[in-house]
Nanobody, 120 residues
Framework: QVQLVESGGGLVQPGGSLRLSCAAS????????MGWYRQAPGKQRELVAR???????NYADSVKGRFTISRDNAKNTVYLQMNSLKPEDTAVYYC??????????????WGQGTQVTVSA
């Protein structure tokens, strides 16, 4: 079993910053890609940012230049630094990891979600 635990969400004013973290634990052999998704009320879940095991990144157009994704492989952790936050960034943010387990089976795992609210 693999568990993903997220932290770092909260309430912030427009223009502010937050840093999300997501740590994986359990029967992990290797983690391939890591990513952050978000889902606003009444909308579908969308990709925010993704980072490969080699460090290549891609971002949604709406967050380019404001958000930065990074990973610490030693800690099985992915981060999302969010700057210049806007009200439209308000959503529940989920991390996702493609994990190769110690049984050499590959699964996608999701975090429980953390609320980010951008409001004055």
């Amino acid at each position: 079993q693999v568990q993903l635990v997220e932290s770092g969400g909260g309430l912030v004013q427009p223009g502010g910053s937050l840093r999300l973290s997501c740590a994986a634990s359990g029967s992990i052999f290797r983690i391939n890609s890591m990513g952050w998704y978000r889902q606003a009320p009444g909308k579908q879940r969308e990709l925010v940012a993704r980072i490969t095991s080699g460090g290549d990144t891609n971002y949604a157009d709406s967050v380019k230049g404001r958000f930065t994704i990074s990973r610490d492989n030693a800690k099985n952790t992915v981060y999302l630094q969010m700057n210049s936050l806007k009200p439209e960034d308000t959503a529940v943010y989920y991390c996702k990891m493609q994990v190769v387990t110690i049984a050499y089976v590959t699964y996608d795992y999701w975090g429980q979600g953390t609320q980010v609210t951008v409001s004055a």
